[in-house]
Nanobody
Framework: QVQLVESGGGLVQAGDSLRLSCAAS????MGWFRQAPGKEREFVAA????????YYADSMKGRFTISRDSAKNTVYLEMNLLKPEDTAVYYC?????????????????WGQGTQVTVSS
């Protein structure tokens, strides 16, 4: 059974940075998604099992960076220049395939979520 443990959320001001971490029980292709109150879950970023393929949602390109430490089975989401509209619960997700995708239904396991709140 895949286990995912997220950390790193918090309350920050607009323009600040945060780094989220997701420790997995194995090596998987990983994605980050987020869900704001009253909105559907949306794709943020994804990285393949090897780390060779990376995808970002258009609105996150240039501000967010996904990376992985394969030795630690941990994936990171570095978020810079945060905006109030980035406020959401952020979830990491894992899939057993070698290639990450942007679709939530492709992922087999989900973390518990970590709250990110950006004040203006």
């Amino acid at each position: 059974q895949v286990q995912l443990v997220e950390s790193g959320g918090g309350l920050v001001q607009a323009g600040d940075s945060l780094r989220l971490s997701c420790a997995a029980s194995g090596r998987y292709s990983m994605g980050w998604f987020r869900q704001a109150p009253g909105k559907e879950r949306e794709f943020v970023a994804a990285i393949s099992r090897s780390g060779g393929l990376i995808y970002y949602a258009d609105s996150m390109k240039g501000r967010f960076t996904i990376s992985r430490d394969s030795a630690k089975n941990t994936v990171y989401l570095e978020m810079n220049l945060l905006k109030p509209e980035d406020t959401a619960v952020y979830y990491c997700a894992a899939r057993s395939g070698a290639v990450a995708t942007t679709m939530s239904y492709d992922y087999d396991a989900w973390g518990q979520g970590t709250q990110v709140t950006v004040s203006s």
